[in-house]
């Protein structure tokens, strides 16, 4: 199996676990719903770069981009769905702690958002698993420069800790080979996951008469042998530090996610685009400067996409259920009495090795979220069939009759700000659709900012605020009822005017022109009228 590549730096009990993921992504009746955690969301650049409101889905994806590139994927949930028989779903739910690869020369740099690290904390994230024992990954560019640097023989060990284990090593075998004879051995202990290729290199680099082998997950067995003896084994296939197999080895979770991309199942997601930024940058490739490429590269990944949070603001507009906001949320409307049953609707059972997630809720887990993230498809799906409870048992529908009632939904993905509601990976987005700007006049308050005309007007709602002029702004929300709240409400006050933006009016750069206009036409005039009518002698 291709996925059994990451086992050489997975614990026994995740090998299992990674194999198991890998067979049952590939299975035949299989969709993949995944849930990923990050150590923040969006740096803490200036104002003006923050991700607003104004920009462009172009304009957020250039801003995103940036934090994507400074923050780092913590945890990667991964629930596989299988139609066993009939409506049933039988789910096998996976819960991967990752760590960006220190493996050789790769050394990634690490920001951490205090308010993303308090959040997942309040909900029992383990920091030590993330730090400790996290599975390490890297993309192809990171797979690349490692593979120039195996074959040029340029190796560096950049991680303190592995320097330490690597010098510990060197002193134990320079001590034992000194009076150890041809064929004697000796063990090295206590060295775990990519360090442990990573001795053996530099052992066999700086000893020619030493050749090494692993023995279980955590030790390496040293032989003395002649240099004769060493030049056969080298060229032996059953060398463990084959270039091919330190890479395999080395790119750890990325095997897993190369295996999702070739089974080519759906991948579905809950307001997923932030986890499609982290999957092609972490994953895949550097995410390049054009968003038109992102969105065909994810494609070509991911021909099947299905954003739940799309799918259920559609559901929501048609069935009077209670609002609200989070996946957890949806999840048990979905399964409440609000939502009434009938014998074709879609049976989720957990696996056995996944039934904690049945007797205990995990919100902001991965793992579970992906578990909440499939049902609520089927679930939602099931809805948008129109099913009624008069439908007999023999009508049960397969995950294609499904996938038939989410046609208008496939590759749409909620984008998170901007005027339009998703963005379209298979096909040109939809045309810009957002309430009308709206513009602040403030009289008798001077020296206003942004700041301060956001916090004014955010206990009616949300707007994003942008300077227009010394005493002007544009106000941008995300609803139009929001537009006409605050028209309504700031109607009479005495220090802010908010009307409805005009370009022609408001705009600075139409006024200049019209200024610049009226000038040269009063000129025009001038001259005009001082210049008089020509005269005509007799």
């Given amino acids: 199996m291709r996925c059994l590549g990451c086992v050489l730096v997975l614990s026994r009990r995740c090998k299992r676990r990674a194999k198991s993921a890998f067979q049952r992504s590939c299975g035949s009746g299989a969709k993949k719903c995944l849930d990923m955690e990050f150590t923040g969301l969006h740096s803490a650049f200036p104002q003006n770069k923050r991700p607003s409101l104004f920009d462009s889905p172009a304009e957020w994806y250039l801003k995103?981009?940036?934090?994507?590139?400074?923050?780092?994927?913590?945890?990667?949930?991964?629930?596989?769905?299988?139609?066993?028989?009939?409506?049933?779903?039988v789910v096998h739910s996976y819960n991967f702690f990752l760590f960006p690869s220190t493996f050789g020369v790769t050394d990634a740099e690490l920001t951490l958002s205090a308010s993303s690290i308090q959040f997942l904390s309040h909900y029992g994230f383990d920091y030590n698993k993330f730090l400790k024992d996290g599975i390490p990954y890297m993309n192809e560019l990171q797979e690349k420069t490692l593979s120039q640097h195996l074959l040029a023989g340029s190796w560096k060990v950049c991680s303190v800790l592995d320097r330490e284990r690597m010098k510990k090593a060197i002193d134990e075998v320079t001590c034992w080979i000194a009076a150890a004879e041809e064929e004697e051995t000796m063990i090295l202990q206590d060295l775990s996951g990519i360090s442990m290729f990573e001795v053996q290199l530099v052992l066999r680099r700086a000893l020619q008469n030493v050749w090494t082998q692993p023995l279980g997950d955590s030790e390496v067995m040293v032989k003395k042998v002649s240099p004769q003896h060493r030049r056969l084994l080298e060229n032996s296939s059953y060398d463990c530090c084959q270039k091919e197999l330190i890479l395999m080895s080395a790119r750890g979770f990325t095997n897993l996610f190369q295996a999702l991309v070739k089974a080519k199942?759906?991948?579905?997601?809950?307001?997923?685009?932030?986890?499609?930024?982290?999957?092609?940058?972490?994953?895949?490739?550097?995410l390049p400067e054009s968003y038109e490429e992102f969105k065909r590269n994810i494609h070509s990944l991911f021909p099947v996409l299905i954003d739940t949070k799309t799918v259920t603001k559609s559901?929501?507009?048609?069935?009077?259920?209670?609002?609200?906001?989070?996946?957890?949320?949806?999840?048990?409307?979905?399964?409440?009495d609000l939502n009434p049953t009938d014998p074709t609707c879609p049976v989720i059972v957990l696996a056995s090795d996944c039934s904690r997630y049945a007797e205990k809720k995990s919100p902001h887990e991965a793992g579970y979220d992906a578990f909440l993230c499939g049902s609520v498809?089927?679930?939602?799906?099931?809805?948008l069939l129109g099913r009624s409870t008069s439908v007999t048992a023999e009508a049960d529908l397969s995950f294609s009759e499904y996938l038939s009632a989410l046609v208008k939904y496939l590759n749409k993905v909620h984008f998170i700000q901007g005027g339009v509601s998703s963005i379209n990976f298979s096909g040109v987005d939809a045309p810009c659709r957002r309430p009308p700007l709206l513009v602040v006049h403030v009289h008798g308050w001077r020296g206003l900012n942004e700041r301060q005309i956001y916090q004014e007007l955010k206990a009616l709602c949300r707007f994003d605020v942008k300077l227009l002029s010394e005493n002007q702004f544009i106000l941008l929300s995300s609803k139009f009822k929001y537009a006409r709240l605050a028209l309504q409400e700031y109607k009479d006050h005495p220090n802010l005017q908010i009307s409805l933006y005009h370009h022609w009016r408001h705009s600075p750069h139409v006024n200049c022109l019209l200024q610049v206009s009226s000038i040269v036409a009063l000129w025009s005039l001038l001259a005009f009228v001082l210049g008089g009518a020509p005269c005509h002698s007799v």
Avoid at 269 to 278: A, S, T, Y
Avoid at 316 to 329: A, D, G, H, I, T
Avoid at 377 to 383: E, I, M, S, T, V
Wanted: charged residues 20%; contains cysteine; positive net charge.
């Fill in 265 to 286: 199942k759906p991948l579905v997601g809950h307001n997923m685009l932030m986890d499609l930024l982290h999957l092609h940058d972490k994953f895949y490739k550097p």
């Fill in 377 to 383: 498809l089927l679930k939602g799906a099931h809805l």
């Fill in 64 to 89: 995103a981009r940036r934090s994507v590139q400074r923050f780092t994927v913590s945890q990667f949930g991964l629930a596989i769905f299988s139609n066993e028989n009939s409506n049933k779903y």
């Fill in 315 to 336: 559901i929501w507009k048609k069935y009077p259920f209670p609002r609200v906001s989070n996946l957890l949320e949806v999840y048990e409307v979905l399964c409440s």
